[in-house]
């Protein structure tokens, strides 16, 4: 009779194991291509944004629109972080961060 | 005059990291700072889809804009030297990531702290020598950005042996990462020296760099598989 029980259980399971499978795979992210690349430099409150976002008033916009993931970037983790508006095209920052046209408040750090 | 440069052939590379792997002992830098990865990706569509191996380190850029933002700072930790080497004075560095933020390549590494390469399983033997014993660009420091030198311990030997002649050849003179590679993919060289190998081959390939529309002149030259990012 035991033995009978037991591979009632047993075909039970065998059979729910597809359904729970499929389940596992719903719930897995979608596959990621490049394997290296892709950290937020800066929390939202970092310094960078306060410099840029809340000093500057400057828009998310300005740095976060029109870049598209770039995975030529040496980095140990995988960007575009969850739920962030992407990364910035880094073009955006040598407009000004880049000799002469070094922006003025530079140089703080020395003081 | 010198000037210093590597040549990477993706259509040679097979992505086995012994780059990155020869990097990481030379250099044995934090693994969550990295100062060499391996970087793939698909190109293509099925069925005709293939894989891209792309390595990167430091460009060694002849605009670097991570020096314009140190010196801008008020800093100057990042130096570019003679043979184009650019390099960060661990002492100077404040450890602003003004570097890190302006990189188009992402190559400075903000080193939180200073870990093993090998975490809990025990220092390598380069770990062990005091910290006065190393060449500088080895003194590891926490909070300070660190980044690809070009093995510039290795070649500075070579400067001062008076072996320029063998960098690119002998293992003492050249960096880990480029005398490692088993399908030589990878090649360094004096670029200015027209008839050294590295100018030849690329000048034979047709090599580019990676982002020129930063304008920041990447020492680092590719040839690039068909299809692939640059």
């Known amino acids: 009779m035991k033995r009978v ?6 075909g039970v399971a065998m059979l729910a194991l597809p359904a729970v499978a499929a389940d596992d795979a719903a719930k897995k992210p979608a596959a990621v291509k490049a394997a290296a690349g892709n950290k937020s430099l800066d929390p939202i409150k970092g310094r960078f944004h306060r410099q840029h976002n809340q000093k500057l008033k400057m828009v998310c916009d300005t740095c976060h629109s029109g870049a598209q993931t770039d995975i030529l970037f040496l980095r140990k983790d ?5 739920g962030m508006p992407g990364q910035v095209n880094r073009e955006v920052c040598l407009t000004c961060h880049k000799a002469p046209a070094k922006p003025a408040w530079y140089g703080a750090a020395a003081h | 005059m010198t000037k210093f440069a590597r040549l990477i052939d993706q259509k040679r590379c097979m992505g086995c990291r012994a780059c990155v792997a020869a990097c990481a002992t030379e250099n044995y830098f934090t693994p969550d700072a990295p100062w060499n990865v391996m970087i793939e990706y698909e190109v293509g569509t099925y069925p005709s889809v293939k894989k891209i191996y ?3 380190n430091c460009m060694h850029c002849e605009n670097p804009p991570c020096k314009a933002a140190c010196d801008a700072v ?12 650019v390099l960060i004075d661990y002492n100077k560095c404040i450890g ?15 080193n939180r ?5 090998y975490p809990g399983k025990g220092k390598t033997g380069s770990e062990t020598i005091a910290a006065q014993n190393r060449h500088p660009t080895h003194r590891k420091k926490a909070k300070v950005v660190e980044k690809c030198t070009f093995c510039w311990h290795k070649l500075e030997k070579a400067i001062a042996d008076n072996k320029m002649d063998r960098i690119g050849k002998d293992q003492d003179y050249t960096p ?3 005398i490692v590679c088993p399908t030589q993919a990878r090649m360094f060289g004096d670029i200015d020296d027209p008839n050294s190998d590295i100018s030849k081959r690329i000048a034979a390939t047709k090599a580019t760099q990676l982002k020129k529309q930063f304008g920041t002149g990447p020492q680092v030259y590719y040839v690039l598989e068909e299809g692939a990012k640059s």
């Open chain 2, 176 to 178: 880990a990462c480029d």
């Open chain 1, 5 to 10: 029980i037991a591979l009632m259980v047993m």
């Open chain 2, 113 to 117: 702290e200073v870990r093993d390469l």
């Open chain 1, 78 to 82: 995988d960007v575009p972080a969850p």
């Open chain 2, 96 to 110: 602003c990531g003004h570097c890190v933020a302006v990189c188009p390549y992402g190559v400075p590494q903000y």
């Open chain 2, 54 to 56: 792309n390595t990167m």
């Open chain 2, 74 to 85: 008020g800093a100057k930790a990042i130096s570019k030297n003679q043979y184009g080497v």
